[in-house]
């Protein structure tokens, strides 16, 4: 057979090499984007860093202060003087039990949802539809009076209970979608090789659905660590507080906002969540990397 030309090789070379700058260039314009976005994201939480060391008179100042040269700690002694711990602890058991209780439950109803045919199904999910349009602030009044006569007010248990009902119908939702994009068949493809049902379950669906419990309890976090007004109608004791509560009441003795105490509080409120984010992430990804194994 005849030799391929090699004539045809320098006229490749150029072609390539032309079509791959502009694909370079504009990765490269992409990047310098995404970099410019990101700064402007992360300069709030900076700025709050920032504030955090000034003192009261450089905060308050015309002149903006971009670094905090001369800095000092005071603002956060002024916070551990506080009931910062008593409040950080609160806030710690209220979320754990919110997420523990919001992912078996909302796990449950979205593998019935996404894996049986019930009588009543449908009307169920209208229902959790239902429950998502309903304003909070019109359920506060009911709320109280419910604890209250549980005399459950200012109590971890009652908080809970009203968070998981907030966080549960939206986490339905989630993982109802998860639950259906894993095929029936990997089931029914590890039963075929010796598996039981439960068996097939633990070992090739749930990691594949690991990504969606993690995606749902970032979720349920964020709500019962962030949320604030029902926490103010239910936790009304100065010692049964939450950390958002807590940041509304940090002032001075004139009664005026101490920026910087509530800028360091900030900071120390944002810790747990930060590292809550760097856990999950790690098992977000090895969730994938197990569900994509067989066995």
């Known amino acids: 057979m005849p030799k391929p030309s090699s004539t045809r090789e320098p006229a490749v070379a150029p072609r390539s090499a032309s079509r791959r700058s502009p694909a370079r260039i504009r990765r490269r314009v992409l990047g310098i984007v995404a970099v410019l976005i990101a700064l402007v994201w992360a300069f709030p939480v900076y700025w709050m860093l920032n504030s955090s060391f000034l003192p009261y008179n450089r905060i308050r100042s015309t002149e903006p202060t971009f670094f905090p040269i001369g800095g000092s700690l005071d603002a956060y002694n002024r916070v551990f003087d506080s009931n910062f711990l008593s409040s950080l602890r609160m806030s710690m058991a209220v979320t754990l039990i919110t997420v523990a209780a919001a992912l078996l439950f909302a796990f449950l109803a979205a593998l019935a949802l996404s894996r049986f045919r019930f009588r009543g199904r449908k009307s169920f999910i209208l229902a959790v539809l239902i429950i998502q349009m309903i304003p909070a602030e019109g359920l506060f009044i009911s709320h109280f009076k419910m604890l209250e006569g549980w005399h459950l007010l200012n109590s971890v248990v009652g908080l809970s209970l009203l968070y998981v009902a907030a966080v ?128």
């Open 168 to 295: 549960v119908p939206f986490t339905i939702w989630m993982l109802r979608g998860f639950v259906a994009g894993v095929p029936r068949d990997l089931e029914e493809a590890a039963q075929v090789d010796g598996c039981s049902r439960s068996q097939a379950f633990f070992r090739i669906t749930l990691p594949l659905l690991a990504p969606g419990l993690v995606a749902s309890g970032v979720y349920a976090f964020l709500q019962a660590w962030n949320e604030f007004t029902l926490a103010l109608v239910i936790m009304n004791r100065p010692d049964s507080m939450t950390l958002p509560l807590w940041l509304r009441t940090f002032a001075d003795a004139n009664r005026a906002s101490d920026w910087a105490g509530i800028m360091a509080g900030s900071v120390l409120i944002a810790v747990p969540v930060i590292i809550f984010f760097l856990f999950v992430q790690h098992r977000m990804t090895s969730g994938l990397v197990t569900g994509a194994v067989k066995g």
